[in-house]
């Protein structure tokens, strides 16, 4: 894969049902809604990323699209969030994170708002990024690294075609603080 920064990263990639697109600043308010309606859903499920455990503010909606849209720019993250084509609602979000230019390997992941859950959205998107990823950023793996009791994650990475690799055992501390395990999903070319 060429260098980061001279890489070419479509701005939009449309499925059948979504428009992916980076972050902008003028989604935070529909950011901000979608996280505040599905915020027990994603400390449920995301405990461990920061910007779930933080107060969701219209303003901390705002610094997170700021923050998507230069680690995007930089290439260091690549978030996008996603839109029902039919609505122009915000559904989600589908990303590549912890890119490793030289392998070069990535990690999906995701979030559905929880009024859109079971609708497919998250496969969909998965799907498409994923492979993008493979066939056209030329990526050697992608992976996908889940919760082991996540079962709606672990459904989404079988569904799209993703392998399950292995269990790590004892990788981070729940919320209730039991030692908690993830299982690691991968495609490759």
Not at 10 to 22: G, S
Request: with cysteine; charged share 25%.
């Amino acid at each position: 894969m060429p260098a980061p920064l001279m890489t070419s990263v479509p701005l939009l990639l449309d499925t059948p049902r979504l428009h992916l697109r980076p972050f902008t600043e003028a989604d935070a308010p529909a950011l901000h809604e979608a996280l505040v309606e599905s915020l027990d859903t994603l400390r449920e499920h995301l405990w461990f990323l920061p910007w779930v455990a933080e107060e969701q503010t219209l303003a901390s909606a705002l610094a997170r699209c700021r923050r998507a849209a230069g680690n995007f720019l930089l290439r260091t993250d690549l978030p996008y969030l996603a839109f029902a084509r039919d609505s122009g609602r915000l559904v989600g979000s589908v990303g590549l994170h912890r890119t490793d230019w030289d392998l070069p390997k990535t990690e999906v992941g995701y979030w559905i708002r929880t009024s859109e859950t079971g609708r497919g959205y998250a496969s969909e998107g998965v799907r498409a990024l994923s492979d993008w990823a493979l066939h056209t950023l030329g990526a050697q793996r992608v992976e996908l690294v889940t919760d082991e009791l996540n079962t709606g994650s672990r459904a989404v990475a079988e569904r799209c075609g993703f392998v399950l690799e292995g269990v790590h055992r004892n990788t981070m501390r729940a919320p209730d603080g039991r030692l908690s395990h993830s299982v690691v999903y991968a495609r490759l070319p």
